[in-house]
């Protein structure tokens, strides 16, 4: 699990560096320290948290800060993140701006500066917060994310890519942001120009608008290039056939490159189980297909992708194959 958030913010370079040197000597091994020197730039840096589908966990912001005080920060940071708990640091006379922030932004805590020593000043009071926080805590899918609309036939040709290569993904309604709180947020801290559906978000932050199933094979890995400049025997369609052909000529030490537009497994991909098929006496379903696919090729990731529009590789260079032995 990654780990969750904590933001602090300051427009004071100082204090900025002394409360993060802070945070860090106590919570680093537990969270993400991660700073700001503006109200702008806290919010710019939550949206691409958000985008990377991370938990935000604590904020901790000054409140005399020019353009956007800490209040106003904190207005805005919890539409993205309302959950996170919030404190705000204040000189001794704002503190009846924190009281009112109490109202306004559901402030958790406000602390004095300075905080010193914080082993009394600060850590007690935000263990606490990170506890309570902790407590109703679900962290959050970590895999890929493909937002879009239900009935889009670009959306279903993604989701089918992916399943149908067995790529872990968490599917994201856009027509269904007035009921899922999720999907609202991430459709408020789009901009507009990335608001094109599909939308492919990826595990470190970037996210991709209508990709072709090319481009998502590289993104993903797969491999899209022949790795060798000749081969024995090039076999086009990955269906249980042509798996059946490049196990069999791999295990008799032909370089074999097997190349398929979608994804191992033909038509038997569509099917829970293929009863009789000949060479697999168990049948064979899409994870058996999968795993011949796997399993061919010893120590190395599944190769496929495209090339063109829609043809995808897999090759087993003269190996002798595992599956060889259990079909
Ligand atoms: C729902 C379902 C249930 C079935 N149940 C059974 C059963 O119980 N028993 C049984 O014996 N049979 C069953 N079948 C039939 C069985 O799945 C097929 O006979 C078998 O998959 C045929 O294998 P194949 O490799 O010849 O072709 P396919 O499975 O059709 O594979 C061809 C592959 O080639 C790829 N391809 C095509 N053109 C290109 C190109 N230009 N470039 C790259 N790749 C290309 C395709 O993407 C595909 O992956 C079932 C089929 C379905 C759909």
């Excluded at 994804?263 to 999968?290: D, H, K, T, V």
Aim: hydrophobic share 40%; aromatic share 8%; with cysteine.
């Amino acid at each position: 699990m990654r780990k969750p958030v904590i933001l602090t913010v300051d427009d004071d370079p100082d204090v900025l560096r002394a409360i993060e040197r802070d945070l860090k000597k106590h919570y680093e091994d537990r969270y993400r320290i991660l700073r700001a020197d503006s109200g702008r730039a806290a919010l710019d840096l939550l949206r691409r948290v958000q985008l990377r589908n991370d938990a935000v966990a604590l904020l901790l912001v000054d409140h005399r800060m020019p353009e956007m005080n800490g209040v106003e920060t904190l207005q805005e940071a919890i539409k993205l993140y309302p959950n996170a708990k919030r404190t705000l640091l204040t000189a001794y006379a704002d503190t009846d701006a924190a009281i009112k922030a109490i109202n306004d932004v559901q402030l958790n805590y406000y602390l004095l500066k300075p905080w010193d020593p914080p082993e009394q000043q600060l850590f007690p009071v935000l263990d606490d917060l990170l506890n309570d926080w902790y407590a109703d805590f679900h962290p959050p899918f970590e895999g890929l994310r493909v937002l879009g609309t239900r009935w889009s036939s670009k959306s279903y040709d993604i989701r089918d890519f992916l399943a149908r290569n067995q790529v872990p993904y968490q599917w994201l309604d856009a027509d269904a942001a007035d009921r899922d709180v999720e999907v609202g947020r991430l459709l408020k801290s789009l901009s507009r120009e990335d608001l094109k559906l599909p939308l492919v978000l990826f595990p470190d932050g970037s996210c991709v608008s209508e990709p072709q199933t090319l481009e998502l094979a590289e993104r993903l890995g797969l491999r899209t290039r022949a790795g060798l400049e000749f081969y024995d025997l090039a076999i086009v369609g990955g269906g249980p056939a042509g798996l059946a052909a490049a196990v069999y000529g791999a295990s008799e030490g032909l370089k074999t490159v097997m190349v398929e537009r979608e994804a191992p497994g033909g038509q038997a991909g569509l099917s829970s189980r293929i009863e009789n098929y000949l060479g697999f006496r168990a049948g064979l379903s899409r994870r058996l297909a999968a795993s011949v696919w796997r399993s061919s090729l010893p120590g190395r990731p599944p190769l496929c992708g495209s090339m063109g529009r829609t043809v995808t590789y897999a090759s087993m260079m003269g190996r002798s194959c595992p599956v060889m032995r259990c079909c």
